[in-house]
C-alpha cells in the first residue's frame, strides 16, 4: 500500500471538501464525500478478489465517478495500473499482453465495475518486477502509435502525484482529454488535489462539448488544437453561450497561429495557455507570453530544459521509469531529446513541429504547420494536413490534404490553392500535391494525423 506521508494528503482534501460536487456524470454530481466512501467500498472488494500491491490492472472504461473512485484505490493498494479507454479498443489485447495484466476492470456504464481474473501469472518484465518490489503504485501509459508501433511507458505513480501536493486554482473543468493520456491524468487529479469539480461527457463533437460548457458553466477546457480548429468550423459557439469560460489550455500539438487568432476575435475574455508534456515525462509547468501568441515558457518544479541545435530537451525528476517494449530515450545524464524543434527568444520558445515531420524541399526545410497556417485561411477549408512526399529530382515535395465544407471541383480547388498560396509562401512551400479526402485526418483523441501516400490513398 502506498505509504501515509504519500497519499493521505489527497484523501484529506476530499474531506476537508466533503460537501463539493467532486464528479458531475450524466447531469447528476457526486460529492467528495461520495467519493471518500466509494473509494473505501473499492478497496474492499478489491482486496476480497486478491488485488493488492503488485496486482496489474487494467481499467477499461472513460470518466465516470466509479472509474474515478477505482483508480484511487488502486493507487492506494499500490497497484500497477493500466489505463485503457474505449479509444484503444483495436489494440486492448495488444496491450493487455504487453502490460501483463493480470486483472481487467471495466465499467462500461459507468455502474460498479466488473473484475476479471486473468490467467496470468506473476510480471516477468524487469522493469515490472522493480517497481512492484518497491511497494509503490504505478502507470503504464500507451502512446498513441500514429509514427509506428505503440511504447508503453512505465511511471511510478507516487512520483507523478507529488507535484499536486501545491495548491492551485480550483475550476470547474471539463473532461476532454482521455484518461489513459498523460494529459488527461493530470486534468484528473490537478482537479481533484484542488477540490475542483470535474465534468465528463460522452463524446467530443463541438456542440455535445459546448452545449456541456453551457449548462454545467464550465470554466476550464483542456483539448487540443485540432478540436478547437474543428470549434471554429462548427460555429457551434454561435449556437451556445460559453459566458462562463475562464481558460482554455491546449496542448499533444503544434498550435496554427491562423487558428489561436480566431478563437482570441470571438472569445476575447478567455485566457488561452499553452501547455506540454509527454507520456515519457508528464506534464511541465507553462506560461504563454500572451493569450493572442505562441511563446511559451516551459519547466517549472522538478524539469529542468535546454535547446540543442534547435531541438528540445528535457530532465524531469517525474521522468518514466523506463519503455516496457522499447529501448530507454535518455541518455547517461538523464536527458531525453523530445524531437519538437523549437525557436528561441530569451526565456520564450515556439514550438515549430516535430523534427521528424520536418519536409527538405531541395535542401530547403519548412514544417508542416507553416503551410498548414496559410492554407488555414482558404475559404470552405475544415482541415488540413500537410506532409512530405518523396521526389527524386528535389528530394521532397509538400503534399496539402484537404477536408472541404462544401464539395469543390478538385481540378478548380487546385488551381485556387496554388493561387491562393502565390503571394503568401515561398514557391518551395507551395504544395506540389493537393488531395481532397472524405475521411477526418485526426484521431479519436482529436490529434491531427499526417498520413502516408498510401494511407492517404486508402481514406480518399
Same mark, same amino acid.
Given at each position: 500500500m502506498i505509504s501515509t506521508s504519500q497519499l493521505d494528503w489527497l484523501?484529506?482534501?476530499? %474531506?476537508?471538501?466533503?460537501?463539493?460536487?467532486? +464528479?458531475? @456524470?450524466?447531469?447528476?454530481?457526486?460529492?467528495?464525500? @461520495?467519493?471518500? *466512501? %466509494?473509494?473505501?467500498?473499492?478497496? *474492499?472488494?478489491?482486496?476480497?478478489?486478491?488485488?493488492?500491491? /503488485?496486482?496489474? !490492472?487494467?481499467?477499461?472504461?472513460?470518466?465516470?465517478?466509479? +472509474?474515478?473512485a477505482q483508480l484511487v484505490a488502486l493507487i492506494d493498494l499500490g497497484a500497477v495500473i493500466v489505463p485503457l479507454a474505449s479509444a484503444a479498443s483495436a489494440q486492448r489485447d495488444e496491450f493487455r499482453q504487453i502490460a501483463e495484466v493480470q486483472v481487467v476492470l471495466r465499467s462500461s456504464k459507468g455502474d460498479a465495475a466488473e473484475i476479471h481474473l486473468l490467467d496470468r501469472g506473476p510480471a516477468r518484465n524487469p522493469l515490472l518486477r522493480d517497481v512492484i518490489a518497491s511497494g509503490h503504485p504505478a502507470l503504464v501509459l500507451f502512446s498513441s502509435g500514429s509514427t /509506428?508501433?505503440?511504447?508503453?511507458?512505465?511511471?511510478?505513480?507516487?512520483?507523478?502525484?507529488?507535484?499536486?501536493?501545491?495548491?492551485?486554482?480550483?475550476?470547474?473543468?471539463?473532461?476532454?482529454?482521455?484518461?489513459?493520456? +498523460?494529459?488527461?491524468?493530470?486534468?484528473?487529479?490537478? !482537479?481533484?488535489?484542488?477540490?475542483?469539480?470535474?465534468?465528463?461527457?460522452?463524446g467530443r463533437d463541438p456542440d455535445l462539448v459546448c452545449a456541456t460548457i453551457e449548462r454545467h458553466r464550465v470554466e476550464l477546457l483542456p483539448t487540443s488544437p485540432t478540436f478547437l480548429n474543428l470549434l471554429l468550423m462548427s460555429e457551434a459557439y454561435k449556437r451556445h453561450d460559453l459566458s462562463s469560460l475562464k481558460r482554455i489550455t491546449y496542448g499533444t500539438e503544434v498550435m496554427p497561429e491562423q487558428t489561436l487568432l480566431r478563437l482570441r476575435a470571438i472569445l476575447p475574455a478567455v485566457e488561452f495557455q499553452q501547455t506540454y508534456g509527454l507520456s515519457e515525462i508528464g506534464i511541465l509547468r507553462s506560461k504563454s507570453k500572451t493569450s493572442d501568441c505562441l511563446w511559451v515558457k516551459v519547466g517549472g518544479e522538478d524539469f529542468e530544459t535546454k535547446i540543442c541545435d534547435g531541438t528540445l530537451w528535457v530532465r524531469a525528476q517525474s521522468a518514466m521509469l523506463g519503455y516496457l517494449n522499447a529501448p530507454s530515450p535518455f541518455d547517461s545524464e538523464g536527458w531525453l531529446n523530445t524531437g519538437d524543434a523549437v525557436e528561441v527568444d530569451g526565456d520564450y520558445i515556439r514550438f515549430l513541429g516535430r523534427a521528424s515531420e520536418m519536409i527538405n524541399v531541395g535542401g530547403e526545410k519548412v514544417y508542416p504547420v507553416e503551410i498548414e497556417n496559410v492554407l488555414l485561411g482558404m475559404p470552405n477549408v475544415k482541415d488540413v494536413a500537410v506532409t512530405g512526399e518523396r521526389n527524386p529530382i528535389t528530394g521532397q515535395i509538400v503534399v496539402a490534404r484537404f477536408n472541404l465544407i462544401q464539395p469543390e471541383d478538385p481540378a478548380a480547388f487546385r488551381g485556387r490553392v496554388r493561387e491562393y498560396c502565390a503571394d503568401k509562401l515561398a514557391r518551395y512551400k507551395i504544395p506540389a500535391r493537393i488531395e481532397i479526402l472524405s475521411t477526418e485526418q485526426y484521431n479519436a483523441r482529436y490529434k491531427k494525423m499526417r498520413l502516408s501516400r498510401g494511407n492517404a490513398a486508402q481514406l480518399s
Amino acid at each position: 500500500m502506498i505509504s501515509t506521508s504519500q497519499l493521505d494528503w489527497l484523501l484529506d482534501v476530499f %474531506r476537508d471538501n466533503e460537501a463539493k460536487t467532486a +464528479i458531475l @456524470w450524466r447531469d447528476r454530481e457526486f460529492t467528495y464525500g @461520495w467519493l471518500v *466512501e %466509494r473509494i473505501q467500498s473499492c478497496r *474492499e472488494a478489491l482486496r476480497e478478489h486478491g488485488i493488492t500491491n /503488485g496486482s496489474i !490492472v487494467a481499467i477499461e472504461g472513460d470518466y465516470s465517478p466509479e +472509474i474515478v473512485a477505482q483508480l484511487v484505490a488502486l493507487i492506494d493498494l499500490g497497484a500497477v495500473i493500466v489505463p485503457l479507454a474505449s479509444a484503444a479498443s483495436a489494440q486492448r489485447d495488444e496491450f493487455r499482453q504487453i502490460a501483463e495484466v493480470q486483472v481487467v476492470l471495466r465499467s462500461s456504464k459507468g455502474d460498479a465495475a466488473e473484475i476479471h481474473l486473468l490467467d496470468r501469472g506473476p510480471a516477468r518484465n524487469p522493469l515490472l518486477r522493480d517497481v512492484i518490489a518497491s511497494g509503490h503504485p504505478a502507470l503504464v501509459l500507451f502512446s498513441s502509435g500514429s509514427t /509506428g508501433k505503440s511504447k508503453a511507458a512505465l511511471h511510478d505513480f507516487a512520483v507523478l502525484l507529488r507535484k499536486f501536493k501545491v495548491r492551485r486554482h480550483s475550476l470547474l473543468t471539463l473532461a476532454f482529454l482521455m484518461l489513459d493520456h +498523460i494529459g488527461g491524468i493530470n486534468t484528473l487529479f490537478y !482537479v481533484l488535489a484542488n477540490a475542483g469539480t470535474l465534468t465528463t461527457i460522452e463524446g467530443r463533437d463541438p456542440d455535445l462539448v459546448c452545449a456541456t460548457i453551457e449548462r454545467h458553466r464550465v470554466e476550464l477546457l483542456p483539448t487540443s488544437p485540432t478540436f478547437l480548429n474543428l470549434l471554429l468550423m462548427s460555429e457551434a459557439y454561435k449556437r451556445h453561450d460559453l459566458s462562463s469560460l475562464k481558460r482554455i489550455t491546449y496542448g499533444t500539438e503544434v498550435m496554427p497561429e491562423q487558428t489561436l487568432l480566431r478563437l482570441r476575435a470571438i472569445l476575447p475574455a478567455v485566457e488561452f495557455q499553452q501547455t506540454y508534456g509527454l507520456s515519457e515525462i508528464g506534464i511541465l509547468r507553462s506560461k504563454s507570453k500572451t493569450s493572442d501568441c505562441l511563446w511559451v515558457k516551459v519547466g517549472g518544479e522538478d524539469f529542468e530544459t535546454k535547446i540543442c541545435d534547435g531541438t528540445l530537451w528535457v530532465r524531469a525528476q517525474s521522468a518514466m521509469l523506463g519503455y516496457l517494449n522499447a529501448p530507454s530515450p535518455f541518455d547517461s545524464e538523464g536527458w531525453l531529446n523530445t524531437g519538437d524543434a523549437v525557436e528561441v527568444d530569451g526565456d520564450y520558445i515556439r514550438f515549430l513541429g516535430r523534427a521528424s515531420e520536418m519536409i527538405n524541399v531541395g535542401g530547403e526545410k519548412v514544417y508542416p504547420v507553416e503551410i498548414e497556417n496559410v492554407l488555414l485561411g482558404m475559404p470552405n477549408v475544415k482541415d488540413v494536413a500537410v506532409t512530405g512526399e518523396r521526389n527524386p529530382i528535389t528530394g521532397q515535395i509538400v503534399v496539402a490534404r484537404f477536408n472541404l465544407i462544401q464539395p469543390e471541383d478538385p481540378a478548380a480547388f487546385r488551381g485556387r490553392v496554388r493561387e491562393y498560396c502565390a503571394d503568401k509562401l515561398a514557391r518551395y512551400k507551395i504544395p506540389a500535391r493537393i488531395e481532397i479526402l472524405s475521411t477526418e485526418q485526426y484521431n479519436a483523441r482529436y490529434k491531427k494525423m499526417r498520413l502516408s501516400r498510401g494511407n492517404a490513398a486508402q481514406l480518399s
